[in-house]
């Protein structure tokens, strides 16, 4: 296709277009929001080139002038997504405060656009926003005590736990709209079931956790709160 290189490249470093012509009739940033559109609307598999070139009006050979290949398509979505981030308060000078604001935002940005957690990489950590995001997190922890790499380590980690809850709701999801039952049937007869067969015997660890009253907790925020808590006491040296 036009423009596409054998080495590897960044498409940052790119011109808007390729090729000699007139001025770039489009820019990535419309692009981009095409196929976000596309990708909100039908999910990432309906993501294509063809699709993307008929959505802002241009024939499919062109867009290769702007966008090489679909990898880089990949990034230019992940970039403008992460243009989504409100971090105008921060730092805030609570470095936990700001962690908590940040992973909350980041939960709001996956459920709005459920297909990034199948595309986010660490290679696009050299995008515009992606950049943006970074630099300011890394101000919000100036004030922890820990080594830069530590930081590094907190802002991946933060970033993966979110995703990883994304990913598992967006799966339970996905079973519930595949089977003819409501999940809080599904919910009864495995439950049943299972305890069916903690009462066995067999399973003599799990019959002493029933036996105290506890059960699988039914709450995704709390759950999702305790996980970040217990994320961030993890990392600080005060713990």
């Not at 940052?12 to 596309?38: F, L, M």
């Not at 980041?106 to 970074?134: D, E, F, K, Q």
């Not at 980690?157 to 598992?168: C, H, I, P, W």
Request: some cysteine; overall charge negative; glycine content about 8%.
């Amino acid at each position: 296709m036009a423009g596409r290189a054998a080495e590897p490249e960044v498409i940052w470093a790119r011109p808007e277009r390729t090729g000699r012509g007139p001025k770039p009739a489009y820019s990535r940033a419309d692009i981009a929001a095409a196929a976000v559109r596309i990708a909100d609307a039908d999910g990432l598999d309906a993501v294509s080139m063809r699709r993307v070139a008929a959505e802002i009006g241009c024939g499919t050979m062109s867009l290769y002038n702007y966008v090489p290949r679909k990898e880089d398509l990949y990034e230019l979505m992940v970039d403008l997504i992460s243009g989504e981030y409100e971090l105008s308060g921060v730092p805030s000078g609570d470095w936990r405060a700001d962690m908590r604001d940040f992973a909350r935002q980041a939960l709001g940005i996956m459920r709005r656009h459920p297909w990034v957690v199948r595309v986010m990489s660490t290679v696009y950590a050299v995008s515009p926003n992606a950049l943006r995001v970074l630099d300011l997190v890394l101000a919000c922890l100036e004030g922890l005590d820990v080594p830069p790499g530590t930081k590094l380590e907190l802002f991946g980690m933060v970033n993966g736990s979110v995703m990883t809850f994304v990913a598992n709701e967006q799966a339970i999801a996905e079973r519930s709209r595949s089977v003819p039952w409501s999940a809080e049937q599904e919910q009864a007869v495995r439950g049943a079931y299972m305890m069916g067969r903690v009462g066995t015997g067999e399973y003599p660890h799990l019959a002493a956790l029933f036996a105290q009253g506890m059960a699988p907790p039914d709450d995704p925020e709390g759950t999702f709160d305790r996980m970040l808590t217990r994320l961030l006491d993890s990392f600080d040296p005060k713990n």
